[in-house]
Structure formats: structure tokens, C-alpha cells
């Protein structure tokens, strides 16, 4: 937590401050199809919004005054079947966060086909994303809990050009029996893409809140500020630059 009060300060020092705009647009995409039980449901709803109200994301998401963050949730199973929980919202304060957890811990499950489209999923939360072309990043968080088994395939998805340049991390939820295939391996195969795209794992439904506050962190901790000919530029703390590349010498992404 100590990274951000230097980066707010910095920010407001700069000639005429910081500049009002969004830095980020995220999607959260949250799998319901036939896998995900009631009680699994329902830690997955109150685990994001276990995980928007930890002091550490909270302090991610609002320690850039006036590089805000804007966000959306929906859940998805089967290829049709994309329902919006909470619509964009800009996060500006506090209050903006606890509505949104508010949100999800009243969100009841709507009924749809209990199969797993991935693909369906990307290209929902693609569109999505594609509302927000004022914001400076634009990133689709895909949890699952299993592989694609309809609709279309996540890998072509992945490589059209419906995605844009929006990035896709995934948050896998899986205890992998020994000697299983492993659905983080998939996500990373057919799923993610995008400068610095990575996976994180919840052992289960039961970590994934945990799981959700590392991947915020983070996607969140993403920006800090270099100078380059004169102009403050965005820079993610893993080294990774808007557009692509790093900065030299930066260790590359863990995935």
C-alpha cells in the first residue's frame, strides 16, 4: 500500500496535475453455468464483493484522483446467456464501491442454459468493453471454474478481431486431483491475451475472494508514471507498457 500515496503526490505535482480521465475500464465476467452450485454461486457474488471493499483494492482503485476507474459485472454460462449484474459505474469514492458490493451480495442467479461458452463470454464482455473507448486500458476479467464445451471456440474468439485491443486475464477456479489436466494451462492456452494478460488461481470456491483481491491488486497497482520526451506516461508496475513491451531488464509477467 505504501506504492500509492508517493504516486498521488507525484500526480498532483505534475503542470496542471494530474489529467482527468479513466485509466481503466474493467469487466468482470463471472462464471454461473451448470458446474457452479447455489452455495458456489453465492461465494462467488459476496467474494467480489468481499474483495472491492479490502483496504488494499480500495486504496488501488481510488489513489489516482481523477484517473478513475470504471467497472461492470455480469455473469454467463451458455452461448446465449450473458446477464449484466451492475452496469458501468465509475468508481470515484468509497461510496460507489460499497454500492457495488451492495449489488452483488442482493444479486440473485438468473435462469439460463447451464452449459460453459467461453467464447460466448469473451465476446460479451468484449462488447462491453467496447463502451468504454474513452478509457486509457481496457481489461475483461473471465473467471471459470472449467473448460469451454459450447459454442464458440475461446481461441478463436481470443484471435479475432472482435477483441480489439482489450486484454483478458482469467481467474481459474480449480483443486486439481493429481495427474488431471489443468484448467489454468487451458486459460493460458486458449483464454488470455494481451499485453501482460496472466491467470490467477482460487483453490476453490472457498479462495476465490482471496484470489479475486491478488488479481485486482495486481491489475490495479498497474499504473505508475515515467516521464518520456516531457509527458507523463502509463506504465504497469510488472513493466509492461500500454500497447505492448517492457521496459528492459523488467522480469516478464508471471502466468
Known amino acids: 500500500m505504501r506504492l500509492w500515496a508517493p504516486i498521488a503526490t507525484f500526480l498532483a505535482a505534475l503542470p496542471g496535475g494530474a489529467a482527468a480521465g479513466c485509466r481503466l475500464a474493467l469487466a468482470l ?5 451448470g458446474s457452479v452450485d447455489s452455495t ?7 467474494g467480489l464483493a468481499g474483495a472491492l471493499m479490502h483496504p488494499e483494492v480500495r486504496m488501488a482503485m481510488l489513489s489516482l484522483p481523477g484517473q478513475r476507474v470504471e467497472m461492470m459485472v455480469y455473469e454467463w454460462s451458455g452461448p446465449a446467456d450473458q446477464h449484466v449484474v451492475q452496469d458501468w459505474r465509475e468508481v ?8 457495488i458490493a451492495a449489488t452483488l451480495r442482493r444479486t440473485t442467479r438468473a435462469q439460463g442454459d ?4 467461453i467464447g460466448a463470454a469473451m465476446r460479451a464482455g468484449a462488447a462491453q468493453l467496447g463502451k468504454r473507448g474513452h478509457c486509457d486500458h481496457r481489461v475483461l476479467d473471465l473467471s471459470g471454474d472449467g473448460p469451454s464445451n459450447t459454442g464458440p471456440l475461446p481461441q478463436a474468439v481470443r484471435d479475432s478481431a472482435a477483441m ?3 486484454t483478458v486475464n482469467g481467474l481459474v477456479i480449480e483443486e486439481v486431483p493429481p495427474g ?3 484448467l489454468e494451462g487451458y486459460f493460458r492456452a486458449y483464454v488470455i491475451r494481451g499485453p501482460g494478460a496472466f491467470t490467477e488461481r482460487a483453490a476453490g470456491f472457498a479462495d476465490y475472494r482471496d484470489a479475486m483481491v491478488r488479481k485486482l491488486i495486481r491489475e490495479l497497482r498497474g499504473m505508475i508514471l515515467s516521464r518520456d520526451d516531457g509527458d507523463a506516461r502509463a506504465v504497469f508496475a510488472d513493466g509492461a507498457r500500454p500497447g505492448g513491451g517492457a521496459r528492459p531488464g523488467a522480469a516478464p509477467p508471471r502466468q
Open 92 to 99: 470515484r469514492d468509497e461510496a460507489a464501491l460499497a454500492d
Open 114 to 117: 447451464p452449459s460453459t461458452a
Open 164 to 166: 480489439g485491443d482489450v
Open 40 to 46: 458456489e454461486y453465492r461465494l462467488q457474488m459476496d
Open 29 to 33: 465476467g463471472l462464471d454461473v453455468s
Open 180 to 182: 488431471q489436466p489443468s
